[in-house]
């Protein structure tokens, strides 16, 4: 099957996995969903994400967003501000966040576009360019200042899911775990690679199955896969390392991918004073920064964790990245082209746009990518 074709079956699975979920969320919450609640003084706020706050973008919206703005609003205004915080799926689960932010479930929702590809696909742009920029401080700065030049990468948020981008983040470098030893490229043949959403086409080589993080432990044990792609911190944290029974964690740059978006419901955004919506946009910006600087140190964390624990930490072949990287050539391509014709915007220039700002920056590329 064609890289194309493993994610359009991805995407179909998916959609039929979650309908049942997510209709049921909807329901529970659209009887009492409203924009943000002012009474006098106080401001509350409902703020969430589907995945739980061990992982980082939702750990640093609850220890480092959330506090400040409360302390700003108190310090700065004459308001006080009370967040509801609602994580792991409790209100929004990662496939709907979008949606939940959008129908008043949360005012501010945190949330991965990998899971709403359909809706943000063009946000999704790093996982379109596979081997790109492996710092997450370097590639949330590079992918802000591509958003700022091309607001059309977002441009969906405010016209279609009345929703404001507040901020940009990401998660650190991909690599793979591994039960098994390999060097080249010709070593994964016939390998069953675990990787969930965007990232399924970037199985190259091997077999392909498709993963989410509770039943990815559950998976390398039954031998259901023999290795996954993923970040080594969430190895560590997953415990996925102890499924491999000392196995192999291999560096291969695949990219820190910048998908996380800091999401505000356009109607709360109204109903707020405009020196706490300032409060709260300039305290995005900086969370989106500084949760960047935490994935980074995570990912050091993470490899740290792994070879204490008995895994074989290396960093892959250059010429197995290289052969690697050829079987994705067109994949870039491929889909800048679908988004153009999705979502009626040049994703084509977009990307030809990042990888420059990612070159000039000092990364290089495994292989050139040619992209119309």
Known sequence: ???????????????????????????????????????????????????????????????????????????????????????????????????????????????????????????????????????????????????????????????????????ITGFNNYGMLSKFDWKTFEDIKGKKILAAGPNLPWVKGGIPVRTTIPKAAQQLQTGVGEAIILFPD????????????????????LGAVVQISLTMNMRSRKKLPPEVVKIIDEEAIKYGTHSAAASQNDHQWGLDKLAGAGIKVRNMDPQAKINWAKKLKDWPNERAQTVKKKKKVDMGAYMRDYIKMVEAGGHKFPINYVIK
């Open 234 to 253: 969430t190895d560590f944290k997953l415990k996925l390392h102890e499924a491999t029974k000392g196995g192999f964690y291999t560096v291969m740059d």
């Open 1 to 167: 099957m064609s890289t194309q074709g493993v994610y359009m079956m991805d995407k179909l699975s998916k959609k039929l996995s979650v309908v049942g979920i997510a209709t049921a969320a909807i329901l529970a919450f659209t009887a009492t969903a409203q924009a943000a609640k002012i009474k006098g003084n106080e401001i509350t706020l409902r703020v969430g994400s589907g995945h739980p706050p061990f992982i980082t973008y939702v750990k640093e919206v609850a220890k480092y967003f959330v506090p400040n703005v409360k302390k700003r609003v108190a310090a700065e205004t004459k308001y006080k501000i009370n967040f509801k915080e609602h994580y792991a799926g409790t209100v929004v689960n990662v496939f709907d966040t979008l949606e939940g932010t959008q129908d008043g479930r949360l005012d501010i929702g945190a949330w991965c576009v990998c899971f709403d590809d359909d809706k943000a696909m063009a946000m999704n742009l790093t996982y379109y360019v596979p081997f790109h920029e492996p710092n997450a401080i370097k590639n949330q700065k590079i992918f802000a200042a591509l958003a700022k030049k091309h607001p059309g990468l977002y441009q969906d948020y405010e016209k279609r899911y009345k929703q404001k981008l507040i901020a």
